[in-house]
DNA sequence: AAAAAAT
């Protein structure tokens, strides 16, 4: 356990430090900041929720605390890939610097450039920008990047994702390559380590152990259903958000359009929900990611543009209405739940047109998430879909006695769908399953059908390999988490009632 | 299959 006093910070920053209530520093922020303190290159490969922003955060206060902004001139330079996220950047900024003279400014797309410029003009001691806006004002010349004495490139792997790498290039060759660089990603594919080798002069690499990936803080829990009805899929969301204690939970879907009509059905089943992506005006945005924030507002429906970095302390679920098509989104989705030692939970919808996606998913978390399958009556719930998907269910269908004796093709599909088995799941035998509570969810106001009787199949849930968490365990997180079932103490109240089941 | 980011 190191503590903040003994990273060498000045009192000035560690009482900026110590103001926010922490006091042991994590991983990450032990090894990098005396290494950026003096005034040597940072390579970290850590993703966020180690702690990653104050780790170069407070060298950046530090080293840049004597000294004064020249108009036009800054002297660091901050890049993050989304604008929340630099946005966020400037959050720990303000706090961080707040017993200095440091000025910062946000420069990112989709706000007007008067104040940015404006700052810019009178001097500001860093910028912390997205790639696209940055370039724009240097190009109006409405800045020089010539006087940087540091720069830190966040998320580069998401970068990659997103195209920026030959604009990262571009920034740096802008820069005197006497600047120090910290560099931070998760991970370390090989046009990272190229950037890395050609830009970073002799880095101290630092690790910081993967963050709660499938960790024991978040329970993984799956619902195959059995339409890829848009319909079916809404209800069983609905579902889901009923019967589970939602503080406040994200609901990610893959496309920006899902996101809007997911949103908008939500609300209009009485739930307080809102929609952010990428093509929602700036300011809404901003103001949404905000009321999320304060506890305002309960579900965030978002596309990957909130899947990665957005750390919201206290976020108790995050419902995968799609599965997404790349695995390691769904890592990142479900990690915005169980952070700061809390216990969180996430849930996702697979329809049978998912399975490939699945199979990814489910290879890279290497465990198979809780199966949890909602009765409910899908006859209303995708019409000719349905045909197709129960055609497919009743091939796949094991039937099994104990559970569905009668199991025959003229039963309703949703009660066939029960004695199926995770397809995936590598456990010799099931667990004991876990059937859910036969009280209805509070059906809001809904024209949909209603709710009928909820049942979980259960596999073995195996979160061992769970790396651990930095940082303090709270409320959430209670000692008897990982007893018998493995659940928390927050079991949904819909999985209680054990019954034995075999496979 | 998509999303993100400059306009």
Redesign the pocket.
Known sequence: MTEFSQLGLSPTTLQAVIDTGYTTATPIQAQAIPVALAGRDVLGIAQTGTGKTAAFTLPLVERLSKGRARARMPRALVLA????LADQVAMSFEKYAKGTKLSWVL?????S?GDQVAALNKGVDVLI????????LF?RGKMLLTGVELMVVDEADRML????IPDIERIFKLTPPKRQTLFFSATMPPEITRLTTQFLKDPTRIEASRPAMTAETITQYLVRIPSSDPKAKRAALRELIGRADVKNGIVFC??????DVVAKSLKQHGFDASP????LDQSLRTKTLAAFRSGELKLLVA???AARGLDIPDVSHVFNYDVS??AD?YVHRIGRTGRAGKLGQAFMIVTP??D??LDKVMKLIKMNPEELVLDLDWSNLGGARRARAETKAAVVETPRSDVAPSASEAEPLARRTRSRRSSKATAPELAPAVVMDTAPAPAPAASEPAATPVEAVSAEPRLRQADRRPGGRTERDAPAAREGSGFGSDIPAFLRRPVALKA
């Open positions: 890939p989304t604008r929340e420069l990112i797309g989709g706000v450039m920008a997205t790639p696209g806006r940055l370039l724009d190009e994702d997103m195209g920026f893959n496309r920006k359009s899902e996101v952010i992506h990428g093509d596309s990957d543009v098509h790349h989104d047109a998912d490939k996606s």
